[in-house]
């Protein structure tokens, strides 16, 4: 341990945030109080957030049926509070504060009242139920999501001439991108003609401001959680720059690490203490836009993620702080590059697998001698369609399995014989995203526009699909200890726990706009621990079923 504290000194950037909770949810209440309103009396499904002045960490439980809330002792220190609810269509009446003593419970009921504002409101997920068109004419919406939400979209007055030009700008920016860091990619054909985009453009204009100051169509929204979905407790750790992205997540040993998507950094946090120890990740490519993507543990305990566009693999040792750097080859690295993903057994014949976005290049190097392969597994694919590669991850004979992003399909390349093998997802358009594959070469893959998780049987070469509630958008999925699947998307704030075996699901509202991403579990604890990064927030999310 003395070691871990110290590389935190010689290596990184420290940071200690205020305020260590501690994160066992037992014992008596510490705040406790009662939602209703004049609409509805006792209101149920009510995020309700508690943050200790300067605080960098925010506690939340949700209502019950009978509108009470209680916030466990061991979670809110003495001290004043400030008390902030979620309920779509509701706004909390006059400000909510609260005095937390030690050794007795605070009581503050909460009175809400309509809102005078419902479209700040929406999620993505229910402005999308509200747009008029059909599901073909939303679905490239779905892009639009990784760097910002649709509020800037619906909000607009551009009309269809004017909306090719912004979709075309649009597309010339990185995916690290976000509104208050945006950043381009240095390859123009990444950016269609204007004149390309006049299909999608004319939608947008039809559910936009552009020919009136109000919308035309009715504002849907999604139900507020029930029952055993009420039953949680979720706490947000602020980051420290709002430029932060953690993207993807992985729990180890207590800690917390991700990969910032927008910044040069690989990160650990440590949620006993609060401590956030940051590691510089090397800019190979000034200039470029700069993030790390993946991030994965190899069997001997060592970190690997890629760079996206500053063309490199980096492998980061936990013990020492040291990252090793396996930049792709010259022969290879153009402007157009964009390396994702990883995939790791290289313990099985010493190489290490990823891919280019920009060309659907699937890339191998020799850790021994750095030399690069590379292999164009798309056009085995003969669909006569247009089709992209998504994730790329290594099964336990360092096959690599490739996700098809825009129709649908798995893929496999055979680590020896180099064979090429396409599996079509039994849902049309599913655009396969990220992939787990367990110790048994079972592959869960997410459906992001199919909406469903797939579990694929690579024995049988059988896939196995479960739905998800409408408009989830799955990013990545994981299974925990007890084989239930956890997972959420960049659209309803919602966080899915589905029971494969009873069909039976849980939604647990976030108390922010959380983009999800990557997800982890935390099998240590009991019940099991949710992890997740808000990627346009700066926070770490923890979610806590009590049950």
């Known amino acids: 341990m003395q070691s871990r504290l110290k590389l935190g000194l010689a290596a990184s950037a420290a940071f200690v945030f205020l305020q260590a909770v501690p994160v066992q949810a037992a014992g008596p209440a510490a705040l406790t109080g009662q939602v209703t309103s004049a609409a509805e009396g006792a209101m149920e499904g009510v995020v309700v957030t508690a943050r200790k002045t300067g605080s960098k960490t925010a506690i939340s439980v949700i209502s019950d049926a009978q509108g009470h809330f209680s916030f466990p002792a061991d979670r809110l220190e003495p001290g004043d509070y400030s008390i902030k609810i979620r309920a779509v269509g509701y706004d909390l009446d006059g400000k909510a504060t609260a005095n937390v003593a030690k050794d007795k419970a605070a009581n503050v009921d909460l009175k809400l009242d309509k809102t005078k504002d419902l479209p700040r409101q929406l999620t993505n997920a229910e402005w999308m139920m509200s747009m008029p068109g059909s599901e073909e004419q939303k679905a490239p919406l779905l892009n639009c999501t990784s760097c910002h939400t649709y509020q800037r979209i619906v909000r607009s007055t551009h009309d269809v001439e004017e909306w090719m030009h912004v979709i075309s700008r649009m597309q010339g920016y990185a995916a690290v991108s976000q509104p208050i860091k945006p950043q381009r990619v240095m390859d123009p054909a990444r950016a269609a003609a204007p004149e390309q985009n006049r299909k999608f453009a004319e939608f947008l204009a039809t559910v936009n401001l552009s020919s009136s100051d109000t919308w035309k169509y009715e504002l849907k929204t999604l139900a507020r959680p029930k029952g055993e979905s009420t039953k949680v407790i979720i706490t947000e750790y602020d980051l420290p720059r709002a430029t932060t992205e953690p993207h993807d997540i992985i729990v180890k040993d207590g800690d917390v690490w991700y990969s910032d998507f927008g910044e040069l950094y690989i990160s650990k946090f440590d949620p006993k203490t609060l401590k956030l120890t940051e590691y510089p990740t090397k800019e190979f490519k000034p200039g470029f836009p700069v993030g790390n993507l993946d ?38 690295n153009d402007f157009k590059v964009q390396m994702n993903f990883v995939g790791l057994r290289h313990d099985i014949d010493g190489k290490v697998w990823t891919k280019n976005v920009a060309t659907g290049d699937i890339f191998r190097v020799d850790l021994a001698s750095q030399n690069w392969e590379r292999f164009q597994p798309l056009k085995e694919l003969k669909n006569g369609k247009h089709n992209t590669i998504y994730q790329v991850a290594s099964d336990s004979q360092n096959n690599l399995w490739m996700a098809e992003f825009v129709n649908g399909y798995l893929g496999k390349i055979d680590a020896k014989t180099l064979k090429v093998t396409w599996y079509p997802v039994p849902t049309p358009n599913a655009r396969a995203r990220r992939m787990v594959i367990d110790d048994h070469d079972q592959i869960l893959v997410t459906e992001y526009r199919g909406n469903k998780l797939a579990m694929f049987d690579t024995k049988t070469e059988k896939f196995t699909e479960y739905s998800l509630p409408p408009l989830t958008f799955p990013y990545r999925a994981k299974a925990d200890k007890n084989g239930e699947i956890w997972t959420g998307g960049m659209s309803t704030d919602r966080i899915v726990r589905y029971n494969p075996k009873t069909g039976k699901t849980f939604e647990y509202l976030m108390p922010d706009d959380v983009n999800v991403r990557s997800v982890d579990i935390d099998n240590s604890t009991t019940p099991v621990s949710f992890w997740t990064g808000s990627n346009h927030g700066a926070a770490l999310v923890k979610v806590e079923p009590l049950d």
């Open 295 to 332: 991030l994965e543990v190899a069997k001997d305990g060592t970190f690997w993620f890629d760079t996206m566009y500053q063309a490199a693999l980096g492998n980061l040792d936990p013990k020492t702080g040291d990252i090793k750097w396996y930049p792709l080859g010259q022969e290879f």
